[in-house]
């Protein structure tokens, strides 16, 4: 089912999931894409945690760009739409069913912990925290896992806050399963992006002059309004392919510097997915840098003022900041796109490749009855080792097994610049 078939259900100021969508004006500097915003409808209204009322998508045609807007909307719609009293708060000690241990998730080092005013708290095996249901799609068997990563947004209650809730790996879909894939890349991508960043990785650049047309079509609307498009590699041993992509700009009137990245089993649409919404993420700089001041760079202090989405964005629109985020697109390795064409593009192959790291895949379908009823899916994927992408330079995560085996890696060598990710 096309999401757009179902447009009259979802779309309506009085009773629609989305209340309004805008298309958003392309200016002089602006590379052709179509740009919309939705705008949710409040699921505080209904007993429930006000959703994220603002969403957006980017495309190169209408359809794609309304269908992203939407879709978005409604996986964060469905996100929302909880009952607090369904949840289990307990210790991991104490369950009687199959759960994630504490231990696999990629969280805090006890340095973070110690920090004066630092907000979360260690997850242990005795820490009381809500858990919800999801399954594996490892084992196939049900397990419980923290409501916390699962639900957005979240707000602790009678269980120790153990980690920032974010809407990494939620996804909207015309079926379960391709919800779930769509949900299992992003958790894949932010694993890639992460690991990159605070290990400070140069990783191979994309040669732009070999990519297919389709794609070549797509840098050359960055290039068009004198953007230079710096594509990256940053594959990891999931197997799946991840691209980042940057947009450099040149003049101190607009962002020097905005960053995107996809995962995906076919390269190419990684690759698409990536300049998209590289043009989005760009769209929302421009705004950023008109009504924001300039994000002081605060080294020492470890920068408290990126503490949040806006923040990060703006930190990376001054021309200075090319300095601290060189290395992503600097080195001298190149490589090609990956178009054999030959690599199995099925959920289950996605799967394996994550698990042959070791780590557990686990979904949960949130599909309120109403987005049901319209054939569409939500789905939220949670694999508790990929590193997370955490908004607020200080709630960056620091543990896990990923990052710290990453070649000469300490807490001493952890980037000391935030991530330029909204």
Known sequence: MDLLDAWTDLVDPRTGIVREITELRIDDDDPRFVHYLSEACSTEAMGFLKNFGNNGGAATDRRRALAK??????????????????????????????????????????????IPGFPWR??????????????????????????????????????????QPISTGLACGSSVQEATVSALCEVVERDAFTLMWQGRLSRPRIRLDRLPDSLTDLVR??????????????GTD????????????????????????ASHPDAEVACRKS???????????????????????DVESGHPAVDGQRAHLRYYCPQESKEYA????????????DLSGDRDLSLRALVAGVAATGEDVIACDLTTPDVAELGLS????VVPGLHPLHMGHSNRATGGWRLTSLPGWSPGEDNPHPHPFP
């Open 326 to 337: 060189r290395f992503s697109w600097d080195s001298s390795q190149e490589t090609d796109l």
């Open 275 to 297: 300049l998209e919404e590289l043009a989005h993420t760009r769209k929302f700089s421009v705004q950023v840098m008109d009504y924001l001041p300039p994000v002081p760079v």
């Open 221 to 234: 609307r960055f290039e068009e309004v004198g953007l230079t498009v710096h594509m990256v590699d940053i």
């Open 378 to 381: 939500v789905v939220r994927v």
């Open 122 to 163: 260690p997850f242990t095996s005795a820490t009381r925290v809500a858990w919800t249901r999801g399954r594996s799609l490892v084992t196939g068997e049900e397990i419980l896992l923290p409501a916390s990563f699962v639900y957005v947004p979240y707000h602790y209650r009678a269980e120790t806050p153990i980690a």
């Open 69 to 114: 807007a939407i879709g978005e909307a409604v996986e964060r719609y469905c996100s929302a739409c909880f009952s607090y009293d369904d949840l289990l708060v307990s210790a991991y000690d104490d369950l009687d069913n199959p759960a994630t241990p504490p231990g696999t998730y990629a969280l805090y080092r006890p340095e973070q912990y110690a």
């Open 238 to 261: 999931v197997g799946c392919p991840s691209i980042m992509t940057i947009a450099e700009g040149f003049t101190r009137t607009s962002p020097a510097l905005a960053f995107a990245a």
